[in-house]
Structure formats: C-alpha cells, structure tokens
C-alpha cells in the first residue's frame, strides 16, 4: 500500500481490502446539523410560509413577534387557502382566523387541507428548518425564508456524514482518523494515511487530514 494514491470509499462499503493484508475500514453516520427546537407558535408560521413558498405564493415576512390578536404572522403577496389552512391541516390549535380566511375566499375547508396536508408531508424537513431558524431569530424576511428551504433540501439530497476512518496494516498495527467529513457519501482517504512508521516511537503523520473532506 506504500504510495497509493487517494482512495475513495463509499460510506456504505465499509472497508477496502488489499493483496498485501492492509485494510481501510470506515465507520460512518450522517451529520445531523444542530437546530434549535422551535415551539408552537414558529411551527405554525413555518407551516403557512412553507405551504405558501410550494404552492407558488411568495412569502414577504414570518414572524414569531406578536401583536395586537395575534402570536405570529406570515405575510404573503397573495392570499393563499392552502398556506393558511396548514397549521388546521396538522392538528394546531388557534386556527379559528385561519380558517376563516380560507371560508372568505370560497374554497372548501377540507380540499385547502388535503392540499396542504400533502405538501407539508413532502416537505417536512423545511418547515422543521423554517422553524428553527424563526425560533432563533424571531423574524425572517420572504428571501430568508426561501434560502432556509433550499439549504434543507440541500441537506436532505446531499447529507455529510462524519466517518471514522480505521487502517490495519499487514502487522496488525493500527491507526484511526477520527471526525472525517464524507460528502457525496465518500470518504477521501490520502494514501500517506497507510504508510506506518519505521520506528514505532515515531509520531504519525497526520497533516493529511485537511484533504478528507
């Protein structure tokens, strides 16, 4: 294996095996991007903002900031029966005006919902990051609120995953690389990476690792 060149290891293949007994096994597991647990009320506007933004209505602002007679609020360039029945469609409470909205604007109640049912069930990893993203900021604008969509359907399609990467060499000594990021599902592993030491007491190279991801 002494001057190998980069391998590529797919996160589901575990391990790659070689002639002369050297093996390169990687551990990996999806990394999961830290958000903040948002409550109700940003639930709601994330269900209306992201119900609007797939049924073709654009959102001007969602905001967790109340006011007079409201908790929160999702301002769209048009009225949108599908976007304010969301939140009814999943069982929130305080949709009374909401629904009403959707009355007003002579469209039956249990279509908006079905409609909105099935575009939250598809796209339920947006509105957990709408969501979040409004828990912590109280407020997104129309442009905020569409990018946070794009980068959880960035995320979803394309996840990161951290690998541990584990080489054996025909010895049986070992070397392990942690915190490795994987992207396209891949590993990257620098064939230096299995080249062990004359010496045991040498240290190990390691100024390899910027190259894994």
Do not use: C
Request: avoid cysteine; glycine fraction near 8%.
């Amino acid at each position: 294996m002494r001057g190998a060149e980069t391998l590529s290891i797919p996160v589901t293949e575990k391990a790659k095996y070689f002639p002369d007994g050297t093996i390169v096994g990687v551990t990996a597991e999806k990394k999961e991007k830290k958000r903040t647990i948002p409550g109700g009320t940003a639930k709601h506007e994330a269900m209306h903002a992201v119900a609007a933004e797939e049924n073709g209505t654009s959102v001007s602002l969602a905001t967790i900031v109340p006011g007079e007679g409201y908790l929160g609020l999702t301002v769209l360039s048009r009225p949108d029966a599908v976007a304010a029945a969301a939140p009814h469609a999943h069982g929130h409470s305080g949709t009374s005006h909401d629904m009403k909205i959707v009355e007003f604007m002579g469209v039956s109640p249990s279509a908006a919902s079905n409609a909105a049912r099935n575009i939250i069930g598809r796209n339920s990893h947006k509105v957990e990051a709408v969501a979040s993203h409004l828990q912590d900021n109280k407020s997104l604008s129309g442009f905020e609120v569409r990018n946070t969509m794009s980068d959880a359907e960035e995320e979803l399609r394309n996840p990161v995953y951290e690998a541990i990467v584990t080489v054996k060499n025909p010895l049986g000594e070992v070397r392990k690389f942690d915190r490795i990021e994987a992207r396209n599902s891949t590993v990257m592993v620098p064939g230096e990476w299995v080249i062990f030491p004359k010496n045991p007491k040498d240290k190990f190279e390691t100024s390899n690792l910027s190259k894994a991801a």
